[in-house]
């Protein structure tokens, strides 16, 4: 089963900066959505971003103006720049392809110290 792999995640101080890439590990079909996710400790899984195939993105309003999601569809790519980050931005993140298929990548770690 094709899964997607993350990677970019780390350690930043408040105010710092990381983008995060996601791709496939083999060929998925008729991506229509890619979207971020995000699970703080003790938290449910949340939303944070997502971008349609023709271009349209939306976000979480506590990341709006900081975050910024991007997608290369000839390459089934999402990417997630994260700026001023915040504390409270702690959490594992998550990317997610949907289509004909919904497909999840394992998680990757963005911790924020203040």
């Known amino acids: 089963q094709v899964q997607l792999v993350e990677s970019g995640g780390g350690l930043v101080q408040a105010g710092g900066s990381l983008r995060l890439s996601c791709a496939p590990s083999?060929?998925?079909?008729?991506?229509?959505?890619m979207a971020w996710y995000r699970q703080a400790p003790g938290k449910q899984r949340e939303w944070v971003a997502s971008?349609?195939?023709?271009?349209?993105?939306d976000y979480e309003d506590s990341v709006k103006g900081r975050f910024t999601i991007s997608r290369d569809n000839a390459k089934n790519t999402v990417y997630l720049q994260m700026n001023s980050l915040k504390p409270e931005d702690t959490a594992v993140y998550y990317c997610?392809?949907?289509?004909?298929?919904?497909?999840w990548g394992q998680g990757n770690q963005v911790t924020v110290s203040s």
């Open positions: 083999g060929i998925i079909y008729s991506i229509s959505t």
């Open positions: 971008a349609a195939r023709g271009g349209t993105t």
């Open positions: 997610r392809a949907t289509g004909l298929s919904d497909c």
